[in-house]
């Protein structure tokens, strides 16, 4: 007798847990695979297509996704779990303040759509299986099944369950590498929920609430009730939405999000707001879906990891020692106390730093010159003064900058992180990895190179664009990175310009 995957699979788990049994062992301890329930449904089942569609609603969402305050790390974000047909656009609005994580334990708590039991369902697999590969389950995972008998695992919410499983993919697109604390809640109280939070929750925890918003109300009913609740949420009404009735269908998710939000001061920014009927629904009978983040403060360890570090003010003595260093090569210096005071502020460990630094010079708005240096092999105040002078002298496309031109230059400055090597499979998962107007790249074939600073992204926010432009100026065929395997290697940015 022949017979599918999904019951040879689950053959394969009874009889693991009959031999356990047999052994003494408990199913809490078992060890197994949790495989998509609901790809081919929600969201495309094959790999090419479903990283194909996040890198469509991640571009759509690109110009209209706003990035966090300056200074701040992501905490915490609640996330939609429709159909990505519905929900993949405002979902994606997450790429921005996602960008740059990397092996992050994450909490992602949902709530029961289609068991029913109490507490709260701690899967005790070892892994979550998604079209794009799996995902590690954090050991945080028993440790709160271990924590209390309201934490256990729940098989049946792991067969058929959706509200976590449609988010993993976004964010195996958008973080690099990650485990995964699965829980889904059923009959219980909030308290119970924050306590196993809090148990395992620390600096480098990102939380994460599964929920959409109302069901099946009229258009105009579903928006004055989304951006109610929407509104109670960013003012951290602590009650208000588990109390009213179809705010949410994660609404314990959320009060659970709120309260430990108020706990450790996180401030929730509103990222955006759709409903069904804006989406792929007709508007008869919608359901809501919001992306919000939660930011606090950054831990030591994320600041030390952090690549913008320089203050506005250090920013500014990098921006007037660039001018200062053009303006000798015309023999006009600037005032011996001037010269005296910058000299003494360039006297900074943090701009003695060794970084790569660009120069980069505008005329009336417009490219007239940008030189600069991708590996830290000299600090930043070296950087800046030759590649000032190289900016404006030695840009191969443009004659040498005259000293009335100079008046009117505006300068800007890039400081750069070390570059990384960026993995992809092809040139489709290329075009989905790249972070538009977050990185920088630096494209190599051979003897061929070429970067792109982020700031790029603004004339060309395409990724398909950006690259062919970038293949054109290291010399290549303007489709090399769709036909030929190239080296690939993205960095950050933190830059100050001149104000006028």
Partial sequence: MMLSANKLRTVILVSGFAMMVASGRAYAESAYTR??????????????????????????????????????????????????????????????????????????????????????????????????????????????????????????????????????????TYVKGFTLVPMVTGTVKVERVIDGIESILDGDTLLIASSDLSHSLPYDAAVRIDQETIGAILRLESGSIIRKKNSACGALPIEAMIQVAIRHHWQPMLLHYAN????????????????????????????????????????????QLARNTILETFDKKPALKALTALDASLRDKDLEKKQGVFVTLKLNHELRGCIGNLSASESIVSGVRRNALNAAFHDPRFQPLTRKELDTTDIEISVLSEPQALAYE????????????????????????????PQVWEQLPAPESFLSHLCLKAGLASDEWKTSRLTILTYQVQYFEEEN
């Fill in 426 to 453: 092809d040139a489709a998962d290329l075009v989905t990895r790249l972070r538009p107007h977050v990185d920088g790249v630096i494209l190599k074939k051979g003897h061929a190179s070429a970067t792109f600073l």
């Fill in 276 to 319: 069904s009927g804006d989406t792929a629904g007709d508007k008869t009978a919608v359901v809501g879906y919001a992306a919000i983040a939660f930011f606090g403060e950054m831990t030591m360890n994320q600041k030390k990891k952090s690549t913008s570090e320089l203050t506005d003010s250090q920013g500014t003595i990098l921006l």
């Fill in 35 to 172: 495989y998509p329930v609901v790809a081919g449904a929600f969201y495309p089942e094959d790999t090419d297509q479903l990283r194909e569609l996040i890198g469509k609603l991640t571009r759509r969402a690109g110009p209209s996704a706003p990035a966090l305050p300056y200074g701040t790390s992501l905490k915490g974000l609640i996330l939609p779990h429709a159909g990505y047909e519905y929900s993949g656009w405002t979902t994606a609005h997450a790429a921005a303040v996602l960008s740059g994580l990397k092996n992050q334990k994450i909490i992602l708590l949902g709530s029961d759509h289609r068991i029913g039991f109490t507490g709260v369902a701690v899967s005790s697999a070892d892994q979550f299986q998604t079209p794009m590969g799996p995902i590690p389950v954090h050991p945080d995972a028993g440790r709160l099944r271990e924590l209390s008998p309201w934490f256990k695992p729940v098989k049946a919410s792991d067969q058929r369950e959706h509200a976590l499983e449609v988010i993993l993919p976004f964010l195996q």
